[in-house]
């Protein structure tokens, strides 16, 4: 069964430093997602992603965030100077389709900023 | 009013019993319903869509309310593999052009079934 792969499964870094997160989707899905869970919290909307360009993002994604998809088959997540309250979970997901299409979600990234 | 609001919970509850979940969501517009569940420290995984006319797989029915914004996930016969948080999920679209969908997660709320 396809699914949503994430690296690396655990990052810690240090305060004001760049991390990447990265996401391998689904091959032939064509609708790509960051999402958050702060540990005890409920899983938060970061981005959306279609056709190479951002379709939507939460007031949670500022400046420091970005998202790219650099060869056509990665998908990534850059915190640019991470902060204490990054630390959380993070979740990439896919979709083929738009509208109802179900989102499958990779396994997770957590990530400590110390 | 909370986007999306779960029962706090915890359930607990023991093999064999039959346990509901309830859920209301804010948005009037919202146009697709899901049951995800998520075990501890893992990814939410999709349990079921919710459809108008109530869906049912197995032990699980989930029923959607449109005119209350209500939606409820029934499990029946309990299994210990069913303890988990299930998460109440929303897509609040449609949105215009070529915008794609977000979902809107409820906090969850946690069952644990006891042998």
């Known amino acids: 069964e396809p699914e949503v792969t994430q690296t690396p499964s655990h990052q810690v870094t240090q305060m004001g430093q760049e991390v990447i997160l990265r996401c391998v989707p689904i091959s032939n899905h064509l609708y790509f997602y960051w999402y958050r869970q702060i540990l005890g919290q409920k899983v938060e909307f970061l981005v959306s992603f279609y056709n190479n360009e951002i379709s939507e993002k939460s007031e949670i994604f500022d400046d420091q965030f970005s998202v790219e998809r650099p060869d056509g088959s990665n998908f990534t997540l850059k915190i640019r100077s991470t902060k204490l309250e990054d630390s959380a979970m993070y979740f990439c997901a896919s979709s083929f389709g738009w509208g109802a299409g179900e989102q499958f979600f990779g396994p997770g990234t957590r990530l400590t900023v110390l | ?115």
């Open chain 2, 1 to 115: 009013r909370k986007e999306v609001e779960q029962d706090p919970g915890p359930f607990n509850v023991p093999e064999g019993a039959t346990v509901a979940f309830n859920c209301t969501y804010s948005n009037s517009a919202s146009q697709s319903f899901f049951w995800y569940r998520q075990d501890c420290r893992k990814e939410p995984k999709l349990l079921m869509s919710v459809y108008s006319s109530g869906n049912e797989d197995g032990r699980f029915t989930a029923q959607l309310n449109r005119a209350s914004q209500y939606i409820s996930l029934l499990i029946r016969d309990s299994k210990l593999s069913d303890s988990a948080t299930y998460l109440c999920v929303v897509n609040m679209g449609p949105f215009s052009g070529g915008s794609n969908y977000k979902l809107t997660f409820g906090k969850g709320t946690l069952l644990t079934v006891n042998p």
